[in-house]
């Protein structure tokens, strides 16, 4: 399994940004308000994957007081955090998408309350991108010391 490239992550914020905010901008009146639930839920994914990669590091560097990491639970977590990063890039330019056209109408009561829910969950899959990504970067295979003096 290769690392992912945030710049591919970037691109999917984007592309989905703008496919949201064109249908958004057709459908804006016919859908339902969208809930604040999605900030502290997807936060709270960010901090149990920030969590893990905190552990798993430490576990992996058998630092003492840990018990050693099993090499399965590892490829799994490597797993889990390339899904959560794709998958939040794409929730991210939903929200993106939606916070883009309820700008433009700012003016009004409820696209106001809109954007800021759309806003804070935007910046909560971000935040749960950069968990991912760190949680994947801890799952690599670590360098032996005589690996790191050849290079």
Known sequence: MKPTHPGRLVGIVIVVALIAWALV???YSD???MPWTAI???LLL???EGYSAWTT???IAR????????PLSVARLAALAKASAYVGAMFAGLFAGFALYTVQIFDRETPRSEF???TGSFLSCVVLICAALYLEN????????DEQQRD
């Open 57 to 59: 590091k430490a576990r």
């Open 46 to 48: 960010a901090i149990g």
């Open 31 to 33: 859908l339902p308000l």
């Open 138 to 145: 801890v799952c690599r295979i670590p360098k032996d010391s």
């Open 40 to 42: 502290p839920t997807v």
């Open 25 to 27: 901008r057709s459908f």
């Open 116 to 118: 800021f829910v759309a």
């Open 63 to 70: 630092k003492p007081g840990t018990k050693p990491v099993e």
